[in-house]
């Protein structure tokens, strides 16, 4: 079955300080990974995502996601977080295999950061 | 841009009591989706439609109805609601292309007393 991971529930980061949010990807054949944010009371909001080609990925707000074949990792990236970057953060993978239609989402990672 | 507009925000119900669950996209997307979400389980897809017309099981389906009225609506019905279905619905959309992601609605939010 396809799935993905984010083996941690919450991230703590200082301002100005780099951060990561994990995610491992469980895929038969090619994945075709993606990442979104959520703020309170909001819906999920498309971040980045990585089809194919280059391994860093750029996306919205500054993020940016290294994808890792050998150790089957989509970990989000940011060089100096901000405050506002505090948020629930997801990783997903689209089915290719049995299904295109749908998406298996990771239980996400609450990021906190600190003034 | 409208994007993907769910109604309502949030609602109350008694346990047995049903009600409908709106969203519409404005992006001519083909597929459409509906999800709850628990705390520490993600999002976990109930039902979701790939065309005008179809519609299938998702992950948690049991309990709700959908209907794919056109290609802009996709309705999610809880015919006689229970407590274990409060949660946080969200509806999205995609373009039928593999490379695309999902647009987010912004929620409905449901307690079930």
């Known amino acids: 079955a396809q799935s993905v991971a984010q083996p941690e529930d919450q991230v703590n980061v200082a301002e100005g300080n780099p951060l990561t949010v994990k995610c491992t990807y469980s895929?038969?054949?090619?994945?075709?990974l993606f990442w979104y944010v959520q703020y309170p009371n909001r819906g999920l909001q498309f971040l980045l995502k990585?089809?194919?080609?280059?391994?860093l990925v750029k996306g919205s707000y500054g993020f940016e996601a290294e994808f890792n074949k050998s150790q089957t990792s989509f970990h989000l990236k940011k060089p100096s977080a901000l405050v506002s970057d505090s948020a629930l953060y997801f990783c997903a993978v689209r089915d290719l295999l049995y299904n295109f239609n749908k998406f298996y989402f990771g239980s996400g990672t609450k990021l906190n950061v600190k003034p | 841009n409208a994007g993907v507009t769910q109604t309502p925000k949030f609602q109350v119900l008694k346990t047995g009591q049903s009600m409908t669950l709106q969203c519409a996209q404005d992006m001519n997307h083909n597929s459409m989706y509906w999800y709850r979400q628990d705390p520490g389980m993600g999002l976990r897809l109930i039902y979701y439609?790939?065309?005008?017309?179809?519609?299938d099981k998702g992950e948690v389906p049991n309990g709700y109805n959908v209907s794919r009225l056109n290609k802009r609506e996709f309705s999610l019905r809880l015919e006689s609601a229970a407590p274990s279905q409060t949660s946080v619905y969200f509806c999205?959309?995609?373009?039928?292309?593999?490379?695309?992601?999902?647009?987010f609605g912004d929620g409905t939010r449901l307690s079930i007393l």
């Open positions: 439609s790939a065309s005008e017309g179809t519609t």
């Open positions: 999205a959309s995609s373009e039928a292309t593999e490379t695309q992601p999902q647009h």
């Open positions: 990585y089809i194919t080609g280059d391994n």
């Open positions: 895929v038969s054949g090619n994945p075709y």
